[in-house]
């Protein structure tokens, strides 16, 4: 049995979890409201689970398609429900001589080492802060949305791995390498 998805997935009051005929769940709270198609195959059912209202995913059969699909929707469903009540958020810094960095309405504007300034527009349904002169703060309620963006963010310039110029995640740790150096003459 999948130890992720036999786990139960405890609803805050807050947050209301409804299913269509056509196998769509939706899961609805105070920052918003996502959508999710299940599999025929997996079996979502409420409940409750002392005194707490509960999300019990069950699998029809045994087969190993449906195995691996049961976990997955399980975590796929939770990742929902604690979107829509905490959110998600990535964080990013970038490291360089005269890079900048401006926000104009859903436009972010890079100026990072290019011939060029780089303008990306802000997808709806996420925001985009700048705490600091050189740090970018991605946050929503779709983990996979917010994920996806800031990794296209951090794409535009990788990190240069002699002196570590780029753009990357706050937490990520970078190995820079050792810079050639001359050698003794004979």
């Not at 409804?18 to 769509?24: A, S």
């Not at 303008?119 to 929503?140: D, R």
């Not at 983990?143 to 990788?158: E, M, N, S, Y």
Request: zero cysteines; hydrophobic letters at 40%.
């Amino acid at each position: 049995m999948s130890r992720i998805g036999k786990m139960p997935i405890i609803l805050p009051s807050n947050v209301t979890l409804d299913q269509t005929t056509n196998g769509e769940v939706i899961v609805t709270g105070p920052k918003g409201t996502l959508r999710q198609w299940v599999d025929s195959v997996i079996t979502v059912s409420k409940s409750e689970l002392n005194g707490k209202n509960v999300v019990v995913l069950t699998r029809n059969n045994e087969a190993k398609e449906t195995r691996a699909k049961h976990g997955l929707y399980r975590a796929l469903i939770a990742n929902m429900v604690k979107g829509v009540t905490e959110g998600y958020a990535k964080s990013l810094t970038v490291n360089g001589v005269g890079y900048k960095l401006a926000i104009a309405g859903n436009k972010l504007t890079m100026n990072i080492g290019l011939s060029h300034p780089v303008v990306v527009e802000v997808p709806q349904g996420l925001t985009v802060s700048l705490p600091s002169p050189l740090e970018i703060k991605v946050e929503g309620i779709d983990k996979t949305f917010v994920g996806q963006f800031a990794a296209d963010i951090k794409a535009i310039k990788p990190i240069e791995p002699y002196h570590g110029y780029g753009i990357r995640y706050t937490d990520e740790v970078v190995h820079l390498k050792e810079i050639k150096k001359a050698g003794k003459k004979k």
